[in-house]
Each structure stands twice: as C-alpha cells, then as structure tokens.
C-alpha cells in the first residue's frame, strides 16, 4: 500500500512540473524583430510642428490628420526623394510608431544634399509626433534615436592644406 501511495505522490509531482514549465513556455514569445511591439499606434491623432536640421540642411515639417499624402517644397515624396532608401528613412518614425496613413505631411526643407534633408525630414516628423502626443511617443522615439539630433558637420578647411586635411605632397628632393 505504502508503495502505490508513493508512485502516486511520484506522478502528480511530475505532473505538476511539466504543467509549470509548459505555461512558463506560453509566457515567452521571442522573435527577430528589433522593433516588435514599439509603437502601439495609439497616438492622439493632432495636428503638429516639428523643425529638423541636419549637415546644412532644414527642415520645418507640420503634420495635419489625414490619409499618409506627403508634400514636401510642393512635390509628392516620390517625386522630390526618388531614392527608396531616402523614403524609407523619412517614413521611420510613422512606421515604428504604427501611424502610416494617419497624417498628411508638408515639408519646408532647404540646403544641403539629399541625405542631409532627408534626415532633417525625419527629424523634423519625429518631433512633431513628439509634440503630438509626449506620453504614447517620447518613450519608443527616443529609445531607437530619432528624437537625437545628429552634430557632424563638414570640418573647416585649414590654412596651407588643400582641404580640411589633406596636406600637399611632400617631396624629399
């Protein structure tokens, strides 16, 4: 009798232990995506102003509640960033928060080359939502750098070198 009690009290321990692991295995989800669950698409949807800069280029960007259109100096985004790449990283910060097609875009951007305004762009968007709604945004924005302003700028060019660096030959006879 005392032995059937044992392998009773045997099986409901194992039992119990596997139920345990099993639901400590439901509780974990992991996956490769790096921004899985960063935005929860929840924002206030509010118009908003947000000023970017980048190298030389500005950026004075307002969003007003609508379909996703983007205007910027007047031309759609396909038009005045034909680079996909370039789209892409003015589109980032819609993307992560899970806003695309939320808010129309017009852009005001001027100086420098295409990758200086498009990063002023998405500057620029990015405090805006910022601005939108501080509380549901600041948290995700500032964690993956988009509310970070990027300093480098083109270094000044010295006197008796060609460029910022580069010396004139050197010979030795």
Do not use: C
Not at 9 to 29: F, G, K, L, P, Y
Not at 70 to 80: A, D, S
Not at 88 to 115: A, C, H, M, Y
Not at 134 to 155: I, M, P, S, Y
Request: charged share 30%; no cysteine; hydrophobic share 35%.
């Amino acid at each position: 009798m005392s032995q059937d009690k044992e392998r009773d009290i045997m099986a409901d321990n194992t039992n119990t232990a596997a139920s345990e692991v099993q639901d400590s295995q439901e509780q974990v989800a992991y996956t490769s995506e790096t921004n899985a669950g960063a935005g929860t698409g929840t924002s206030i949807i509010a118009p908003g102003y947000g000023t970017g800069r980048r190298k030389e280029s500005v950026a004075r960007v307002r969003l007003v509640p609508g379909t996703g259109e983007w205007t910027i100096n007047g031309r759609p985004l396909e038009k005045y960033f034909p680079s996909k790449l370039a789209q892409r990283e003015v589109n980032s910060p819609f993307e992560l928060l899970k806003l695309q097609g939320k808010f129309d875009v017009i852009v005001r951007v001027d100086g420098g080359g295409i990758s200086g305004q498009a990063g002023a762009v998405r500057l620029g968007v990015a405090r805006a939502l910022n601005a939108i709604d501080r509380e549901a945004n600041r948290v995700t924005l500032k964690k993956h750098g988009f509310l970070t302003r990027d300093a480098r700028t083109v270094e000044r060019k010295k006197a008796g070198l060609h460029k910022a660096r580069r010396a004139p030959q050197f010979s030795k006879r």
